[in-house]
T-cell receptor, first 117, second 109 residues
Framework: EAQVTQNPRYLITVTGKKLTVTCSQN?????MSWYRQDPGLGLRQIYY???????DKGDVPEGYKVSRKEKRNFPLILESPSPNQTSLYFC????????????????FGAGSRLTVL | EDQVTQSPEALRLQEGESSSLNCSYT??????LFWYRQDPGKGPEFLFT???AGEEKEKERLKATLTKKESFLHITAPKPEDSATYLC??????????FGTGTSLTVIP
């Protein structure tokens, strides 16, 4: 089954304790991205990657790191989490549009709910 | 500044009562407008992509349209299973995506 898999689905941690949220896709997609979803603010893009070793900042990158060492994986790293990073996180992936270099229809994971105390 | 605004925030309809959801956008370099459906506790699921003004797409009871400044998602004779949050997103030059805050639709039997 074509899917984007995120882990963990739920996590409660404490301020300053480094954590990694993993994301893996089995569709051979070039484009991968991370979003956070907060009430009243909607989905906001954190980082995205057009291909291996290529990453770019989205709208809200502060406090987050990413890496793209393999095409299928795009982990989100919180080096020193703070309570304002408590949120619902989504990973998504996409093929590039034919005839252009752009991302297209996003396939989302099921989400990772993170609470930072 | 790139911005996407959806209205209304919430909509309650009787089963069979047709209506429309609005998505207005202010972006530089639109590369596509997308509609997604999100059910509670799940990730968004793709519905439609629109690329140019005047374009329309249909799927069952849903029809999406696009103008130069906004998009509409028309819901004809909705059923309770259409209850969900509907998200609008735009892709801009540089491959960033901007999402609206969504319209929460409730269809009452």
């Amino acid at each position: 089954e074509a899917q984007v898999t995120q882990n963990p689905r739920y996590l409660i941690t404490v301020t300053g304790k480094k954590l990694t949220v993993t994301c893996s896709q089995n569709m051979n997609h070039e484009y991968m991205s991370w979003y956070r979803q907060d009430p009243g603010l909607g989905l906001r893009q954190i980082y995205y990657s057009m291909n291996v070793e290529v990453t770019d900042k989205g709208d809200v990158p502060e406090g987050y790191k990413v890496s793209r060492k393999e095409k299928r994986n795009f982990p989100l790293i919180l080096e020193s989490p703070s309570p304002n990073q408590t949120s619902l996180y989504f990973c998504a992936s996409s093929f590039r549009t034919s005839g252009s270099s752009g991302a297209n229809v996003l396939t989302f994971g099921a989400g990772s709910r993170l609470t930072v105390l | 500044e790139d911005q996407v605004t959806q209205s209304p925030e919430a909509l309650r309809l009787q089963e069979g009562e047709s209506s429309s959801l609005n998505c207005s956008y202010t972006v530089s370099g639109l590369r596509g407008l997308f509609w997604y459906r999100q059910d509670p506790g799940k990730g968004p699921e793709f519905l439609f992509t629109l690329y140019s003004a005047g374009e329309e797409k249909e799927k069952e009871r849903l029809k999406a349209t696009l103008t130069k400044k906004e998009s509409f998602l028309h819901i004809t004779a909705p059923k309770p299973e259409d209850s969900a949050t509907y998200l609008c997103a735009v892709r801009v030059t540089g491959n960033q995506f901007y999402f609206g805050t969504g319209t929460s639709l409730t269809v009452i039997p």
